[in-house]
């Protein structure tokens, strides 16, 4: 089985720009997790996404939106990019299928904002 | 509040040594992940666990609930157990929070 896949891996995006990162779930998983890890905050949860629907949030301005389409796979975009949006950004799917539901996590993308 | 503590922050041990990570956090959880993040940034699941103890090969993960701490024990430790280990308690509301690791570094 194909393991969490996330591109690009790599992004330099200058301030002010916009990015779209892109998650591609296990086959089967339904639920997508996004994260972003910088060396000052440490991994923070952005949002979840199961079924289409973002069902959670963590604590980031609404410049960070996502989406989830009918095939699992969900997207993140950063609007009006700033220097501290420079982080390593991972996605992670689950089955959700009840129960403890195991997280499986993708390779990540770094973004760099000059 | 949603916060997690673990410890040590930094550890270094020479091959063979048997090595323990702890985590605590403040409020009841549904369950708790221990990941592995090695340089380069990929991040492996080694457990999830609600309650109990869980091993595979060399790793042990313990968690108590009522005691709000887990510990993942590494035995025979290797070189290539260097890495950094985290800890994310799954807390009401679904969420994860995660903390700011330990880094592992094993020395032959």
């Known amino acids: 089985k194909a393991g969490v896949t996330q591109t690009p891996r790599y992004l330099i995006k200058t301030r002010g720009q916009q990015v779209t990162l892109s998650c591609s779930p296990i086959s089967g998983h339904r639920s997508v997790s996004w994260y972003q890890q910088t060396p000052g905050q440490g991994l923070q949860f952005l949002f979840e996404y199961f079924s289409e629907t973002q069902r959670n949030k963590g604590n980031f301005p609404g410049r960070f939106s996502g989406r989830q389409f009918s095939n699992s796979r969900s997207e993140m975009n950063v609007s009006t990019l700033e220097l501290g949006d420079s982080a390593l950004y991972l996605c992670?799917?689950?089955?959700?299928?009840?129960?403890?539901?195991?997280?499986?996590f993708g390779p990540g993308t770094r973004l760099t904002v000059t | 509040k949603n916060e997690v503590e673990q410890s040590p922050q930094n550890l270094t041990a020479q091959e063979g040594e048997f090595i323990t990570i702890n985590c605590s956090y403040s409020v009841g959880i549904s369950a708790l992940h221990w990941l592995q993040q090695h340089p380069g940034g990929g991040i492996v699941s080694l457990f999830m666990l609600s309650s109990g103890k869980k091993k595979h090969g060399r790793l042990i993960a313990t968690i108590n609930i009522q005691e709000k701490h887990s510990s993942l024990h590494i035995t025979a430790s290797h070189p290539r157990d260097s890495a950094v280990y985290i800890c994310?308690?799954?807390?009401?509301?679904?969420?994860?929070?995660f903390g700011t690791g330990t880094s592992l570094t094993v020395i032959p």
């Open positions: 992670a799917s689950s089955a959700d299928r009840g129960g403890i539901n195991e997280q499986y």
């Open positions: 994310a308690p799954r807390f009401p509301g679904n969420q994860f929070y």
